[in-house]
């Protein structure tokens, strides 16, 4: 992607803060701007390097942009996509980072001039952990985004919006809206509310006894309940299918266990470990 001149970023926290850094190591843009609400955690995001400057207001904040980022909460990015339409200059990308991809496609395509510049993205990367402090200017180095246009989407957007994120070290990968929150919802969605379920199962008194399973099959659990209540409503569906297969999974270990069924057992762990073990061949080969 050429470089540009101004990006804006909606919400500078660790995803929209990775993203200015990114843009600032790489040379991506010539300024980039944060617009948020609270004027103290723009000032961190400057310190921080993430933004060259920042805002309250949305309008002045976006009117001279080549592109905006949306890394809001997923309950106001269709909202946040209206305002810099209507604020923004007509050749404005807007993209978002989104976990979600249905509701708010299908709410930005509700309105005219939103439509014609927004691409909905899900960049696949994160944390636990927020703010712009936690942000890493090699956060998408090799990680997939995912782009959701559909038939109605601009064809010179979409391949605005795939360079954009190329350009920071994100692999593109195209796909239906409702393929994504399907997909999305049991390899993310599910395991973050599996992992809260399961630290809230075990009792405190026990933590002491706690170490590497615990540690590693809960650490999701730690991240912000605000945002996946967001995320958990907006996938509903596609997320209580995904909760229906996960009960399907350990109800099979649970009458193995019943029956004291030794292969049974045996089955359904060697079905986890299987898939597990393509999962890390998969990520071996991307760092390869």
């Known amino acids: 992607m050429e470089r540009v001149g101004t990006v804006a970023i909606v919400g500078v926290g660790l995803i929209g803060g990775s993203?200015?850094?990114?843009?600032?190591?790489?040379?991506?843009?010539?300024?980039?701007?944060?617009?948020?609400?609270?004027?103290?955690k723009l000032d961190e995001a400057m310190r921080l390097g993430a933004i060259?400057?920042?805002?309250?207001?949305?309008?002045?904040?976006?009117?001279?942009?080549?592109?905006?980022?949306?890394?809001?909460?997923?309950?106001?990015?269709?909202?946040?996509?209206?305002?810099?339409?209507?604020?923004?200059?007509?050749?404005?990308?807007i993209t978002d980072a989104g976990s979600t991809k249905g509701?708010?496609?299908?709410?930005?395509?509700?309105?005219?001039?939103?439509?014609a510049r927004f691409v909905a993205a899900h960049p696949i990367a994160?944390?636990?952990?927020?703010?712009?402090?936690?942000?890493?200017?090699d956060l998408l180095d090799g990680r997939l985004c995912v782009l959701t246009p559909t038939s109605r989407t601009?064809?010179?957007?979409?391949?605005?919006?795939?360079?954009?994120?190329?350009?920071?070290?994100?692999?593109?990968?195209?796909?239906?809206?409702?393929?994504?929150?399907?997909?999305?919802a049991l390899t993310s969605h599910l395991p973050h509310a599996v992992a809260s379920v399961l630290a809230a199962s075990v009792p405190p008194e026990t933590l002491r006894l706690a170490a590497g399973a615990y540690r590693?099959?809960?650490?999701?659990?730690?991240?912000?309940?605000?945002?996946?209540?967001?995320?958990?409503r907006d996938n509903r569906g596609p997320l209580l299918d995904a909760i229906g297969k996960f009960q399907d999974q350990l109800s099979a270990l649970k009458f193995a266990l019943m029956?004291?069924?030794?292969?049974?057992?045996?089955?359904?762990?060697?079905s986890g470990r299987e898939h597990r073990l393509i999962y890390e061949r998969r990520e071996s080969s991307k760092n390869r």
């Open 19 to 40: 993203i200015g850094m990114a843009l600032k190591v790489r040379g991506g843009c010539a300024r980039v701007v944060g617009i948020g609400r609270d004027r103290a």
């Open 52 to 93: 060259d400057e920042g805002t309250t207001d949305l309008a002045s904040g976006v009117s001279g942009a080549d592109v905006a980022v949306v890394c809001t909460p997923v309950n106001r990015i269709a909202a946040d996509v209206s305002a810099l339409a209507a604020h923004g200059p007509s050749d404005l990308l």
């Open 103 to 115: 509701r708010i496609v299908a709410a930005v395509e509700g309105h005219k001039e939103a439509r």
């Open 126 to 137: 994160g944390s636990e952990r927020q703010g712009a402090a936690f942000g890493r200017a």
């Open 154 to 184: 601009p064809a010179d957007r979409v391949r605005r919006a795939e360079a954009f994120w190329s350009s920071l070290g994100a692999t593109v990968f195209l796909m239906s809206p409702a393929d994504h929150d399907a997909a999305l």
């Open 216 to 232: 590693d099959s809960t650490r999701v659990a730690a991240a912000d309940a605000g945002l996946w209540t967001a995320i958990f």
């Open 259 to 270: 029956a004291d069924d030794d292969e049974a057992i045996r089955a359904c762990w060697e």
